[in-house]
């Protein structure tokens, strides 16, 4: 069983923050790490592996800058099997659509795939779209939001997925790809063995060539959104400190909560 | 590809540098400079207070060969245990003056089994044509069936504007359906406009809320969205306001799906609610202890609300995991949000800051969570909450 874990670098973002004075964002340091929800994912995949070591091969893959290696290193270093990095100055300003179109064009490169596993969204972005797209591209099955993965058949998955108001439990054949939520493990730490093994693996790196895409069909040229604006939230303009005695305070907000019609009160 | 700097505008005062989150801007010979690390995400480009820094433009230049037949707006009407989420209403509402100003008709797209009756209402929000398909495999939401069905729909009818509430079913399939179309998709809006050359101005924040980018789909058809729930008003604007229904028929196999729905449940309690309540009181860290969290309870009970956690909270076993409101959490936008005793870390506040008022009580007046918050209350959470109650119950 051939398992592809999709993983991205994204920066820290508790060294992102609003500067008070100027209200832009400042960064200190150039901290990147991989995105939270994807070391879960990649945790999903290393639980399956555990099941049976032999029969399963976990492909790690990342699109992004040459630096964005380090996930990938980080991943083998916690027990993938292998890895690819597609870099490329073409790949630069991808949207959700020219990424996934990227992934899926490397993915069918590779080959035979069983399961693919994406994280729940992205911490830069926040767009969850990569992985509902990459998998309508790759005409696979595909189901969001998932926080327990099991196995009903050698190939049939039964999967719980949180929904707005609850749960549901779906019955999902394979291929097919899967977006997760931190409830599938804790992710584990990364083992000495795998460690050395990670130090010594040779990263592939494919580029438009390797892939056979042209230039137009990738990156900012193969996307369809773009930013013309980007600026710093208003936040808290009108904020009012409610001062008094702890008795008065909460008369105060209570009054200004009910003059603003909020329900139930 | 990277962010271009206009030479003659740059003075080289380097704000640039400090505010790029991939550090590819340096300082050369008075001049900002863009290296290959550059990832086009437009900080920058706010940052400049001299205009010098601009993005590439997407796309080939090409539009859509038909894309003159493209015309109308759409609003994907999602439903729950049979009747309409109110974020499809709130949507409506915004779409009509959309729709108002580009002197196009507004429709509405209903899919699901037995839905009499329903559309009635997306009329009096607005809609001035409601698509109706009813097949017995769309009783249960999948992205497959529900996201085949959709693109079908627009490719027959060819809306030039294709919306949806950003619920977690939103968010699942139309990015499938944004996919069999081509075109492109911006996730979880908070404002939508239209342009001089009319097209759609997608506003939405990125980078966990600590900035807002304005996005455009020049190129694609439909220029598709999700929107948050709750930052647009619902209004009616009839008791019966009249439309034309359309019941369509589509093609049999659309409904195939490889997925098979076992079981759905329904979460009761605090818990599962939060993302659904109108008022949020939530718990941190500074609660101290389990039980000190009945205090919220209580209060959430009085007022039909639900209880959420900060992760310090649930970490310390004061709270459901389901309850975490956050990056690794729920997100919620309720019309209150009050943080108890939560310190108002980036990770928590990315997790509600789409609420429309925020309280926030911590005994620290430093805490973060007031620089987030509408109304700050600097006290002892275990002084404040039991007074707040008695004014609640009494006024009830
Ligand atoms: C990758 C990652 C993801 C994360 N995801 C999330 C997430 O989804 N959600 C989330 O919430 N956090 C998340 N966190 C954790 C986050 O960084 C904070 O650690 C967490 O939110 C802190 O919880 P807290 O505010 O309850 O606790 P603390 O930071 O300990 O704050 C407690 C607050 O209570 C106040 N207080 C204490 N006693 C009283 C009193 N008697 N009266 C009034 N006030 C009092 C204190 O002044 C303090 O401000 C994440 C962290 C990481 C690294
Ligand atoms: N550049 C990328 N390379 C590899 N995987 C990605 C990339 N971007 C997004 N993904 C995957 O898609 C998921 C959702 O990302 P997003 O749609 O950007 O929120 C992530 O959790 C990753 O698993």
Redesign the pocket.
């Known amino acids: 069983m051939h398992i592809v874990v999709c993983v991205k670098q994204v920066p820290e ?2 060294n992102v923050k609003i500067d008070p004075t100027t209200n832009t964002l400042v960064r200190q340091g150039v901290a990147s790490m991989m995105n ?1 929800f994807d070391r879960f994912a990649l945790e999903a995949a290393l639980r399956i592996k555990d099941m049976d070591r032999d029969n399963v091969n976990i492909t790690v893959i990342t699109m992004g800058p040459p630096q964005a290696k380090e996930v990938l290193i980080d991943a083998l270093s916690r027990g993938a099997d292998d890895a690819v990095l597609l870099s490329d100055q073409a790949f630069a300003g991808a949207d959700t659509w020219a990424t996934s179109y990227t992934l899926a064009s490397a993915i069918r490169k590779l080959g035979s795939v069983d399961l693919i596993i994406c994280g729940k969204q992205a ?1 830069d972005g926040d767009t969850a779209q990569v992985g509902p797209e990459l998998a309508t591209l790759l005409d696979l099955p595909y189901a969001t939001y998932v926080s327990r993965i099991e196995f009903l058949e050698p190939r049939v998955l039964k999967i719980t997925r949180q929904t707005d108001e609850g749960t549901a439990v779906w019955k999902v054949p394979l291929p097919a790809l899967l977006t997760v939520l931190k409830d599938v493990g804790i992710p584990r730490v990364r083992s000495y063995r795998a460690t050395l093994r990670a130090r010594r693996y040779e990263v592939p790196i494919w580029g438009i060539s390797d892939l056979r895409l042209s230039k137009e069909s990738v990156g900012l040229k193969g996307s369809f959104t773009q930013v013309i604006k980007v600026f710093s939230p208003q936040r808290a303009k009108d904020r009012t400190f409610i001062e008094g005695s702890v008795s008065e305070q909460a008369a105060r907000l209570y009054e200004l909560l009910k003059k603003q019609g909020v329900p139930g009160l | 590809m990277k962010a271009l700097i206009d030479e003659n505008l740059c003075t080289g005062c380097g704000t640039c540098i400090d505010v790029c989150p991939v550090g590819a801007i340096t300082l050369s010979e008075g001049k900002a400079k863009v290296s290959d690390e550059c990832t086009l995400c437009g900080i920058c480009v706010d940052s400049c207070e001299f205009g010098a820094i601009s993005l590439p433009k997407v796309g080939t230049g090409e539009l859509p060969r038909d894309y003159e037949t493209y015309r109308g707006i759409w609003v994907y009407a999602e439903w729950r245990h049979g009747t309409i989420h109110r974020v499809s209403y709130e949507l409506l509402s915004k779409a009509r003056q959309l729709a108002d100003k580009k002197h196009v008709p507004l429709a509405s797209v209903l899919l699901g089994y037995r839905l009499n009756g329903l559309e009635r209402d997306l009329f009096n929000y607005g809609a001035d044509i409601v698509y109706v398909v009813d097949h017995p495999s769309l009783a249960y939401f999948t992205d497959e069936a529900y996201g085949n069905v959709l693109a079908y729909l627009a490719k027959e009818y060819r809306p030039e504007i294709l919306l949806a509430g950003a619920t977690s079913i939103g968010r699942s399939f139309i990015p499938r359906v944004a996919a069999l179309l081509k075109t492109g998709l911006t996730a979880d809006c908070t404002d939508l406009d239209i342009n001089e050359e009319g097209l759609l101005v997608q506003t939405r924040p990125a980078f966990g809320g600590n900035i807002m980018a304005s996005i455009l789909c020049p190129y694609g058809r439909p220029q598709m969205a999700t929107v948050r729930p709750r930052v647009m008003e619902a209004c009616r604007l009839a008791e019966t306001r009249s439309g034309v229904l359309e019941r369509v028929s589509v093609p049999e196999e659309l409904f195939k799906s490889r997925i098979e729905v076992l079981e759905e449940t329904v979460c009761e309690g605090p818990s599962a609610s939060i993302v659904e309540a109108d008022v949020v009181i939530s ?6 202890r389990k039980e000190n969290f009945r205090m919220l309870e209580e209060l959430a009970r009085l007022v039909n609300g639900a209880v959420g ?8 076993g004061f709270a459901d995991p389901s309850q ?6 729920r997100t919620v936008a309720p019309v209150l949000y009050m ?10 506040v ?2 509600m800051q789409g609420s429309r008022i925020i309280v926030a ?4 007046p430093q ?3 007031f620089n987030v918050c509408h109304y700050g209350v600097v ?6 909450i039991p007074e707040f109650i008695k004014l609640v119950k009494g006024g009830c």
């Open positions: 973002t508790q939270p911490i | 718990g941190g860290r500074g609660l101290g956690a900060s992760r310090g909270a649930v970490e310390s975490q409101v956050g990056q690794t959490g943080a108890v005793g939560i310190s108002g870390a980036i990770q928590h990315v997790g009580v911590n005994k620290d805490a973060p969570i006290a002892d959470l275990f002084e404040f």
